[in-house]
């Protein structure tokens, strides 16, 4: 099974940019990936996926601040700018099926997860 691990989470102030990897231990071409965060004491929420044609999802509060890319058969990226202070969670690459972007930015089809990486913007 593939894992997943996450790195380039940090501190910035609102306007900054971050960006986030994830690499997995094996060619992800048959999966779905995607990004997605939780808030302390929220739900875990989409927040941009990629499938294995290429075809990318983002979540309306993202569209044109971040952006889902893979840059080879097993790196995952989020370039994420303009941040906002609501901006702040922890994030989690995540890997599924490759039917897990049907149907919009849905957290269940997704099985494999990574350990997470904090983003903390500030005001």
């Known amino acids: 099974q593939v894992q997943l691990v996450e790195s380039g989470g940090g501190s910035v102030q609102s306007g900054g940019s971050l960006r986030l990897s994830c690499v997995a231990s094996?060619?992800?071409?048959?999966?779905?990936m995607g990004w997605f965060r939780q808030a302390p004491g929220g739900e875990r929420e989409g927040v941009a996926t990629?499938?294995?044609?290429?075809?990318t999802t983002h979540a309306d509060s993202v569209k044109g601040r971040f952006t889902i890319s893979g840059d080879n058969a097993n790196t995952l990226h989020l370039q994420m700018n303009n941040l906002k202070p609501e901006d702040t969670a922890t994030y989690f690459c995540?890997?599924?099926?490759?039917?897990?972007?049907?149907?919009?930015?849905?957290?269940?089809?997704?099985?494999?997860w990574g350990q997470g990486t904090q983003v903390t913007v500030s005001s």
């Open positions: 995540a890997a599924g099926p490759g039917s897990a972007c049907v149907g919009g930015l849905r957290v269940a089809p997704f099985n494999v």
């Open positions: 990629i499938d294995q044609n290429g075809r």
């Open positions: 094996m060619a992800s071409y048959s999966y779905s």
